[in-house]
């Protein structure tokens, strides 16, 4: 088994904080946008994607997976596509393609690894 090694150069991330009422509280949720994968280049797991691949499979997560509020994720890159929901840390909330680069936006969630990560942010 190979072991996936990932920097993650947040330059390119756009961190946007809002304060919102839930519930009669004030929050604060955390959202960051940025480029979420690239088409035509090699990965960090050594792999290459087509544009019409990502294009595809990039509108089918948007539409059965973002529409559906059903786009979790972790906080660290899982080592497989099932996401274990004791990690989750964010919902994708928006996802789609400008030429090769598929553009994102994710908000964090008041769940521990969500902590973490609105944590990181602000330090």
Do not use: C, W
């Not at 964010?90 to 990560?117: C, F, S, V, W």
């Amino acid at each position: 088994m190979k072991l996936i090694k990932e920097f993650i150069d947040f330059s390119n991330i756009d961190v946007i904080k809002e304060n919102v009422e839930v519930d009669g509280e004030q929050r604060k949720q955390y959202f960051l946008k940025g480029p979420f994968l690239e088409a035509g280049t090699l990965n960090k797991n050594g792999r290459k994607y087509m544009l019409e691949t990502l294009t595809r499979e990039v509108k089918k997560f948007y539409d059965e997976k973002i529409q559906g509020k059903r786009s979790l994720g972790e906080l660290d890159h899982p080592p497989d596509p099932t996401v274990n929901l004791d990690r989750v840390s964010h919902i994708i909330t928006d996802l789609q393609m400008k030429e090769n680069i598929g553009y994102g936006a994710a908000r964090l969630i008041d769940t521990p690894m969500g902590r973490i990560g609105k944590t990181l942010v602000d330090e």
